[in-house]
């Protein structure tokens, strides 16, 4: 088992003959993700790469497909209109991929796909891989391995990175999730624990945070109230000077709230194994 | 994107809002000068991106023309957080009954705008959320509907018992919300909102954080960018479409991603040396890119080794390699580099380097300790 996504998932890709989204749709593929169609307004009838259909809406391409997945790598002023579209359209899991998008743009976006019952990913986030069924977004298929342990993170590169160690280690993945770092996103921390927590084969868990905000505080809460499987925590932006933006939307801290070191408290005191540095998380997963 | 006070006075006053008349003075003259045109007392205000700046001694009441040029004439040599003030805004003082603070903020936790309202205005309002929380009144909006009427009377209401002032802040509320919309704004505060002698409620002071997400469809707002009043190295690393801030430390840091970057400079610190800067060089990277990070971070004269951190996945390792290849052509590097990088096309890109007589690590832990030990001179 996997959380979110495996071999059932029907994915189309919004923006797919754009110059990430055609790079993106061929590296779906090639790792097994079954790719059922393309969106580009204007080049529907055409096929991408001469074999997968492009529309110019997502209500027909899921009406042709019977796709139940979407990844959006349109342009961040129209990446809010692409979502609810693709809301609208029936799809259950969107996925997000676009930096940059406006957050008012968001505040409308998130109760609309709500309304529509369907799972937001993102905006601002690498995707999800359940190794060896499928991954959707840009996560290196080549630096995860099948396993029990199950990941979710803030960040993208930093996701890399610890995967990668885990992977080395010989510690393999149901599925790992990057939730995006922007203020307003569609999944969260607790939304993926519970489905971890859910999933019969997810034997632990792996939780990867950023200064700003109160997500992982949170998340700590949920996991010592509503958890019975042990997870290990990390937490960039121990050094970050307080006050400073660092790159992401997500990465403020205003005040007291959301230092790293108030993070990391919130975790010990809460039973999460705390990480300081990266390859730490291996050493408390061997525990 | 920070704007300043005058600038979003402004913005509030196209929207309608009550704000008193101000000018904008660079010198003590020009401070002088609009102090005699207005007459009787007047606040001269330091305009510069930073909290705190009554504090400071950025703010300061003067009796005549005279004293605005004297006052001016030292608020205009003070640097308030490492800014240094350029420019002051010359404004009539006004007579005050009453202080509220008004602020609308977008918020995570509700996903939506957030108005925060509080008779307690004029002083830090995190303050007044930490001791007394009950003064303050929150109210999330429907971006589908707006501030309703209602529902700007609730809170007008909760700062005044008189109808006719809860009526005008409900209205400054209104207002308030439009412009923030309007401006693309992640925060539009008033603090004080004051109510005058004579009854009228006006809005003394003005602050405005724009979403740089919004800035490339809205000009207009990206025109009020005043990258004088900015950190020169941040200036020149955002024309570059880099992330960078300056710290204190000497081991320079070149990253792909704002959350690797943080655990870089974590690194650093734990195995005992000081991160120079946060850098971030984005996702999809060409050697450009590569090329103008590697002059900002070599313009700090403390920096005395370079860290090159990069997991590629959509930024190809390669692209990273050929960018440290042409920039260290053009200008020779004078502090040694460590260079890790692994991901998309790394044998290509270690192929690159090694040609040109670089060497390049695949270890996290162990580029970071090589580093701070070529920075400091001793062994991590």
């Known amino acids: ?51 997968t259909p492009i529309f110019n809406t997502v209500e027909r391409a899921v009406a042709e497909t019977g796709a139940n997945t979407t990844v959006i790598y349109v342009p961040p002023m129209f990446a809010a209109d692409a979502m609810m579209e693709a809301a609208d359209a029936g799809i259950a899991l969107i996925v997000c991929i676009t930096e940059g998008v406006p957050v008012l743009d968001m505040t409308r976006v998130y109760p609309f796909v709500k309304e529509k019952g369907a799972r937001l990913l993102g905006p601002n986030c690498p995707g999800l891989i359940s190794p060896g069924k499928s991954k959707v977004g840009i996560i290196p298929g080549r630096i995860c391995t099948p396993g029990p342990i199950g990941l979710v993170s803030r960040s993208g590169t930093l996701t890399y990175e610890v995967v990668f160690q885990m992977t080395r280690a010989g510690m393999g993945q149901t599925t790992c999730v990057g939730i995006g770092g922007d203020p307003i996103n569609g999944t969260n921390f607790i939304d993926c624990l519970e489905a971890f927590e859910a999933d019969p084969e997810t034997e632990s868990v792996v939780m990867i945070g950023e200064i700003g905000g109160t997500d992982e505080q949170e998340a700590a809460k949920f996991v010592k109230e509503k958890m019975k499987k042990p997870v290990v925590g990390f937490i960039a932006g121990q050094t970050a000077p307080p006050g400073r933006r660092m790159g992401h939307a997500g990465a403020i801290i205003s005040g007291s709230a959301g230092t790293a070191a108030e993070k990391m408290q919130a975790f010990e005191d809460n039973g999460i194994g705390v990480a300081k540095r990266p390859i730490d998380v291996v050493q408390l997963l061997r525990r | 994107m920070n704007i300043h006070e005058y600038q979003a006075k402004q913005i509030f006053r196209d929207a309608g809002i009550p704000v ?41 009441l003067a009796k005549s023309p005279e004293e605005a040029r004297d006052v001016a004439e030292k608020i205009l040599r003070l640097t308030i957080k490492d800014l240094p003030v350029q420019k002051v805004l010359v404004t009539p ?23 925060m309202v509080s008779p307690a205005g004029g002083i830090d309002i995190e303050e007044v959320a930490a001791s007394t929380p009950e003064k303050i009144m929150r109210h999330p909006v429907d971006p589908r509907y707006g501030l309703q009427p209602y529902e700007a009377m609730e809170m007008g209401f909760f700062l005044y018992d008189d109808v006719k002032k809860a009526r005008a802040a409900a209205k400054i509320m209104q207002q308030l919300y439009a412009a923030f919309v309007k401006s693309g704004a992640s925060l539009a505060e008033i603090n004080p909102l004051v109510t005058t002698p004579a009854g009228d409620v006006v809005a003394l002071d003005a602050k405005m954080v724009v979403d740089d997400n919004e800035l490339d469809r809205l000009p207009q707002v990206a025109a009020l960018r005043d990258e004088s009043s900015e950190a020169p190295s941040e200036v020149d ?31 650093v610190k734990y195995y005992g040396g000081e991160p120079a800067n946060f850098l971030d060089i984005g996702g999809s990277s ?35 390699a050929n960018g440290i290849v042409t920039a260290t052509k053009q200008n020779p590097l004078t502090v040694p580099i460590v260079i890790r990088l692994t991901g998309t096309n790394e044998e290509i890109a270690l192929r690159i380097l090694q040609e040109n007589g670089f060497s390049a690590m695949t270890d996290m832990d162990e580029a970071v300790k090589k580093a701070v030990s070529l920075a400091t001179g001793k062994a991590a």
Do not use: W
Request: glycine residues 14%.
């Open chain 1, 1 to 51: 088992m996997s959380i979110f996504i495996d071999n059932s998932t029907r994915l189309l890709v919004q923006g797919i003959t754009g110059r990430d989204g055609s790079f993106h749709a061929r590296q779906m593929m090639e790792y097994g993700t079954h790719v059922v169609g393309g969106v580009t307004p204007g080049k529907g009838g055409q096929k991408f790469d001469e074999k």
């Open chain 2, 237 to 267: 690393a955002r024309n570059a479409n880099l992330t960078f801030i300056k710290l204190d430390g000497n081991v320079g840091c070149v990253v792909n991603g704002a959350g690797l970057a943080m655990a870089t400079m974590d690194l």
């Open chain 2, 286 to 320: 060409n050697p450009e890119k590569v090329v103008n990070a590697l002059r900002i971070i070599t313009a700090d004269p403390s920096v005395k080794a370079i860290l090159f951190n990069i997991f590629g996945g959509i930024t190809r390792t390669d692209d990273v």
């Open chain 2, 20 to 60: 008193p008349p101000g000018e904008i003075a660079s010198t003590a003259a020009q401070a002088e000068a609009i102090a005699r045109k207005y007459g009787g007392t007047v606040v001269v205000k330091a305009q510069v991106h930073a909290g705190g700046r009554g504090k400071a001694g950025g703010v300061k």
């Open chain 2, 93 to 115: 003082a006004a007579d005050i009954d009453t202080e509220a603070y008004v602020g609308v903020i977008v918020d995570r936790a509700s996903k939506r705008a957030v108005f």
